[in-house]
């Protein structure tokens, strides 16, 4: 191994026990590959299987919390018991190559296709349609309803646990249903649910709140509770740096075992919000970096790009795409070989990389969303 890349291999222990075997973690990554009642595919088992051999720590896709928290087609469900077995089966396919199997749990809210919810009931904080798609105008929920999804988070942390995970990944970014209640563009409620600031961090927090509540009764040995978010929003209104260092001063204080920050370019800098020229990484870490871990990501390819990364301090380092080009990436660093270390797509490479139909389909049919693809 090449000595400038040997930081990036040492062990790291979570607050709670669980040790890690090296710095780099799998991202999660959306893959349209599960069966059309929300059962995970063999074809996305291998897919996880191939990805979890270097990697310490694997992070699924989202799978939807509630039925009509279901986000994307091909997207697989753990909103019930009968999706135990399905969970079991992921789970177990990425622990058996070494690594540890954290779940991402997560509500679509109102960015969910109505075809894909009962009755094409959008729901969301308050009935304010998403500028990022061409979807209906969402139904604000009721309180009843609130409390009922965020008791839905915990008995799917309940099934992550029976299922033999080792942790789940609460999804409070990329403008899903956590984020939507604390964005101002999209939560316009007057009551104890939206309105000031703190208000709109009351249901992510009741989320983090029941989820930790729910492990501590089931789990019966340490478990990994974390959170990602996504730091500002381009929507007017809409969530600030600012505002984001006021959640996470929050979050700081829940026992989580992780921060995980949702970018593109792990060097992005602030929108607005901050008077501050370094990248919005930086200044999260510096914030609750002593306090929680925080895990970064955003377009890190090559060796020399996650070693600059990991000189920011930040102590995990998720790769996303990267794993998908190249899923020996964490083996060839390790044994010297980073140089041949593919960074691009191979378009005849499917059955090599092991990537589900689905997946190789919205690849090579996306221009611009994987490096090599015009």
């Not at 604390?182 to 961090?201: A, C, T, V, Y």
Request: aromatic share 8%.
């Amino acid at each position: 191994m090449n000595e400038k890349y040997r930081p990036l291999f040492e062990t790291f222990t979570f607050r709670n026990g669980i040790k890690l075997k090296n710095r780099l973690v799998m991202a999660p990554m959306t893959n349209f590959s599960s069966n059309e009642d929300g059962t995970v595919t063999e074809a996305e088992a291998e897919y996880y299987a191939r990805r979890s051999q270097g990697v310490s720590m694997v992070i699924t896709a989202c799978t939807y919390v509630t039925r009509n928290g279901k986000g994307f087609h091909g997207e697989f469900g753990a909103d019930t018991d009968e999706m135990i077995p399905s969970l079991k089966k992921l789970a177990a396919a990425i622990k058996a190559e070494g690594a540890k199997a954290v779940l991402q749990i997560f509500h679509g809210g109102r960015e969910c296709p109505p075809e894909l919810v009962p009755n094409g009931d959008i729901v969301s904080a308050s009935d304010v349609q998403s500028e990022r798609n061409n979807a209906k105008a969402p139904r604000a929920l009721t309180g009843e309803e609130i409390e009922h999804i965020i008791a839905a988070f915990g008995e799917t942390t309940r099934r992550a646990i029976e299922a033999g995970f080792d942790g789940v990944e609460i999804h409070g970014a990329n403008g899903y249903l956590i984020q939507q209640f604390f964005s101002p563009h999209s939560n316009r409620r007057d009551d104890q649910w939206g309105g000031s600031l703190e208000k709109r961090m009351a249901f992510p927090l009741a989320i983090v709140d029941e989820v930790k509540r729910v492990t501590a009764k089931h789990a019966k040995e340490p478990f990994i509770v974390g959170y990602r978010f996504s730091p500002e929003e381009p929507e007017e209104p809409g969530i600030t740096m600012a505002d984001t260092l006021e959640l996470i001063d929050a979050l700081a204080d829940k026992d989580l075992d992780y921060l995980h920050v949702s970018l593109n370019d792990f060097w992005s800098k602030p929108r607005r919000g901050v008077d501050d020229d370094r990248s919005r990484m930086e200044i999260i870490h510096e914030r609750v970096g002593s306090k929680v871990p925080v895990i970064g990501v955003g377009s890190l390819y090559s060796a020399e790009d996650v070693i600059k990364a990991f000189g920011t301090g930040v102590p995990l380092l998720a790769l996303g795409r990267e794993l998908i080009i190249d899923p020996d990436w964490v083996e060839k660093v390790g044994t010297g070989r980073e140089d041949e270390i593919e960074t691009k797509i191979d378009p005849g490479a499917q059955a090599r990389l092991v990537v589900p139909d689905p997946l190789w389909q919205a690849i090579i049919n996306t221009p611009g969303w994987f490096p090599g693809i015009q």
